[in-house]
């Protein structure tokens, strides 16, 4: 998996045989070349210009071009893969539009984030991880979607209250806040479920679903919902227990964030730091419970994508979320 | 995904054809001198770049070789003046 990030404003991208040139756009200063073949991924975060040259070679060989913010915000991507799996989307719609099953998916994205919430908690001995076992019987046992959410809601605040307890001194927080997120460690959350999020959209198009029709999340004009229905069971596991190592190690500190805005942004040369950090985990191997393989953690988001798809069309009785033990 | 890791070497009396070469190599590895290449490769990006060099080299005018290192050997390259090869997965940031 070559990903390359783009965190220079001023960049100038564009394919110079089989080669991609990264330049600052004035003047004549390259900042990478590198062979388009090891290249997967483009991740431009800023005003980077790209070559149609460039754009025409990203989607016929199917590397993903992705454009964030520079604060971290998605704003829009070519994808890896055309979705050719319309099978796939017709039984994704059916089950949408059917309450039983809506529902029952419903229930195995908050048992997935649930159980590997627990998990992290625990191994870390955060005081009140206990609280959370009760919100999985709840959750199994919620007879309709709006007691679910209810329940994922609760079990949420109880979830970051003793997440809260695992960060260093100067970095914790009394609840989860965003739009803007109000302290550093929201704001380093923020980012992470963006990139997660990011993740949960490829693979779901690489697996032919559309990303935007969910079952635990509403639909709504513009929002990816089976992306965050799928990165439910990856919050914790990838994004939160970056975070937490991050901070906890030290490798970013108060300094590296920004408050000239009223809130604290993580600045700009603090951003590879918490890249490399990213990337590192989701290479980080992993046995797969149901595949009985080791896959790295980008791997396995495909094949929880992939699984989603057997469920629908009937190969599979239900949806089985990725859990950690 | 087991990596291929090779050498290429070449030299050819035609200025065009030095060229393209360059120009076919720059895609697939690293240039270490003017005609000498180090690239880290999949068995089918092999496989796709021996095709256009079995297209472009001119078999009578020409040589080309490339080296197969066996993994033990590029652990134990010793290298002046550059890093080496980055595996293809590690990311860039730019």
Redesign the interface.
């Known amino acids: ?8 404003p001023d ?1 100038y991208l564009s394919k ?4 991609l040139k ?1 330049a600052r756009r004035a003047g004549r200063e390259v ?8 290249v997967e991924e483009i991740v431009v975060l800023g005003n980077a210009v790209v070559t149609p040259a460039l754009l025409k070679h990203c989607a016929q060989e199917g590397i993903g071009l992705h454009y964030m913010s520079p604060a971290g915000a998605y704003y829009a991507g070519l994808t890896r893969t055309p979705a050719k799996n319309a099978p796939a989307r017709v039984a994704q719609f059916k089950a949408h539009l059917d309450p039983a099953q809506k529902l029952a998916l419903a229930r195995r994205f908050v048992l997935g984030k649930l159980r590997n919430g627990l998990v992290l908690l625990r191994r870390n001995g955060a005081p009140g991880w206990e609280t959370l076992r009760g919100a999985l019987a709840d959750a199994e046992g919620a007879l309709d979607e709006d007691t679910l959410r209810g329940v994922e809601g609760m079990a949420a605040d109880a979830y970051f209250r003793a997440f809260a307890s695992l960060l260093p001194e100067g970095f914790q927080f009394a609840e989860r806040s965003r739009r803007p997120p109000r302290d550093p460690a929201n704001s380093l959350l923020s980012l992470a479920y963006t990139l997660l999020a990011k993740e949960c959209e490829s693979a779901l198009q690489i697996a032919g679903l559309d990303p935007y029709v969910g079952f635990l999340h509403e639909i709504r004009y513009g929002r990816a919902s089976l992306a965050l229905d799928l990165m439910e069971e990856f919050r914790s596991i990838l994004a939160d227990s970056v975070v937490l190592s991050l901070l906890n190690n030290r490798r970013l500190t108060l300094e590296d964030f920004d408050d000239t805005e009223g809130y604290p942004k993580l600045r700009k040369e603090a ?2 730091k918490f ?2 950090a990213w ?1 590192e985990r989701l ?1 980080e191997r992993v046995r797969h419970p149901l595949l009985g393989k080791g896959l790295s953690y980008r791997q396995t988001l495909l094949a929880q994508a992939r699984i989603l798809v057997k469920h629908l069309l009937g190969e599979l009785p239900q949806y089985e979320p990725f859990t950690v033990r | 995904m087991r990596e291929l890791y090779l050498v290429i070497a070449y030299d050819t009396p035609d200025d065009r054809r030095r060229a393209q070469l360059a120009k076919l190599l720059k895609g697939f590895g690293e240039r270490r001198q003017y005609s000498v290449f180090e690239a880290r490769l999949t068995r089918e990006q092999w496989a796709h770049l021996k095709g256009r060099l079995e297209v472009l080299v001119d078999k009578k005018e020409d040589i080309l070789a490339v080296y197969f290192l066996p993994p033990e050997a590029v652990g134990r390259t010793w290298r002046i003046g550059h890093q080496g090869l980055k595996r293809l997965e590690e990311p860039d940031f730019v």
């Not at chain 1, 110079?16 to 080669?19: F, N, R, S």
């Not at chain 1, 900042?31 to 090891?38: D, E, G």
């Open positions: 998996m070559g990903v390359v990030y783009v965190l220079e960049a110079e045989g089989g080669t990264i900042l990478l070349q590198k062979p388009l073949i090891a951003w590879p890249l490399r990337e290479a």
